[in-house]
Nanobody, 115 residues
Framework: QVQLVESGGDLVQPGGSLTLSCAAS????????MAWYRRAPGKQRELVAQ???????NYADSVKGRFTISRDNAKNSMTLQMNNLKLEDAAVYYC?????????WGQGTQVTVSS
């Protein structure tokens, strides 16, 4: 059974940093594209960053230069380093694993940005 577990969400002040982690119980982890999505209150879910098995990354324009996605295929894990957080980064962040037509989701971790 596939399980994705996010952690690291917290309350942080604007300009602060957080690191989110995703632990994946999934076979052949390296064959999955991994990504972070977020959903803010009243908004649709949006892609934040994604990383492919070979390490190619893609970022939403709103987080470029501030967020860094990485993965460790040996540990079946993924992280999102978030720096210089802004009020608009506040959301529930979700880890996802995609291969072909199948996508798995975690339960999400709350990131609150407030002064």
């Amino acid at each position: 059974q596939v399980q994705l577990v996010e952690s690291g969400g917290d309350l942080v002040q604007p300009g602060g940093s957080l690191t989110l982690s995703c632990a994946a119980s999934i076979r052949s982890f390296s064959t999955y594209s991994m990504a972070w999505y977020r959903r803010a209150p009243g908004k649709q879910r949006e892609l934040v960053a994604q990383i492919f098995g070979v390490g190619i990354t893609n970022y939403a324009d709103s987080v470029k230069g501030r967020f860094t996605i990485s993965r460790d295929n040996a540990k079946n894990s993924m992280t999102l380093q978030m720096n210089n957080l802004k009020l608009e980064d506040a959301a529930v962040y979700y880890c996802s694993a995609m291969r072909g037509t199948t996508t798995y989701w975690g339960q999400g971790t709350q990131v609150t940005v407030s002064s």
